[in-house]
């Protein structure tokens, strides 16, 4: 009877631990592991085994919360005091979650509801990698003297944007490069926005759309030339001054493999046509962008109260204002 009351107490209860065969997977891929379960010091009804994917976003200070996903496992079993047992884990990563990165966290949060007791919980942190497509577009972008910023990865109402700096000849001339990933069948689709400095000194955002097959991809020199065509050609409609030396490419130049022959150039905003709500990070995204916008509306409030005009407030806000399509 006393061990009992105290199993109810989580004293002599039963414990749960799973340990992952690897602790991190890339999306697409399968993460396996097992369950560990032992019996306390009395025999005790289990409700249902069951792991939560959870995520955990950094924004403007504040870290977002939420179910990525729920893993049932097993349900209604009784587990005898002192036995061991061995369950199987296995989950597929879907394509749309957002990659690890300083601001994107996961944990697997592993639950074991007892009946009539101290439920049971273990935590797994694990590291989300990006999809091979997207990794050789990381890789096209380093081998032109790109380098990732600190705080690429950022959750948006369209998805995870990554954003990138010039090292190497584009040094001077491009401020940055910012994209969407959406993984397809026959390779990734990017929305790209070029910051590039126009012929008067000052700045221009020129957008553009780039298919890169998985063939291109597996080429790293042609995956990286897709790349340096689309940014000297957002450089050639900003305006910006041709550097010494600087070996510009036709705008419209044939992609061999590529479904058009070359590379797209679209002239609509990035919230239609395409469906990019199916973008790397879109599930995140739809996920946050309730709260993310309660939050942001409660701000503009503020704002708002303290004198702030609201159309201030909301010009250029989204990150769309001020942007050419090339």
Known sequence: MWKKFLSKLGIGAAKVDLALHRPHVRLGETMEGEFLLE???????????EVVLQLDVE???????????VIPVASSFTIQPGERKVLPFSYTLPLHLPISRPTVRYTF????????GADAYDQDA???LPPTALE????????????????????????QEFSFFPTGEFQGIVQEVEFFALAEEQGVRLHLEIDARSGWGGE????????????????????????KEAIDGAVRAAGAAQPSGHPWMAPHSPIPGHPSG????IHHSRHGGHGWSGAIGGFAAGMLAGMVAEELLDDALDDVADGLDVDDWFDGGDGFDGGDWL
């Open 204 to 227: 221009r955002e020129i957008r553009q759309e780039l298919v890169i097959s998985n063939d291109q991809l597996r080429d790293p020199a042609t995956a990286a030339g897709l790349l």
């Open 136 to 159: 050789q577009v990381f890789s096209a972008l380093a081998a032109l003297g790109f380098r990732e910023k600190p705080a690429s990865g950022t959750i948006t109402p369209y998805g």
């Open 126 to 128: 694990i590291h989300i």
């Open 59 to 69: 924004a403007g200070g504040k870290t977002y919360r939420r179910r990525a996903a």
């Open 262 to 265: 070359r590379y797209s150039s």
């Open 39 to 49: 019996g306390g010091s009395v025999a005790q009804q289990i409700r249902k085994l």
């Open 109 to 116: 949060v592993t639950h074991l509801d007892i009946a009539d």
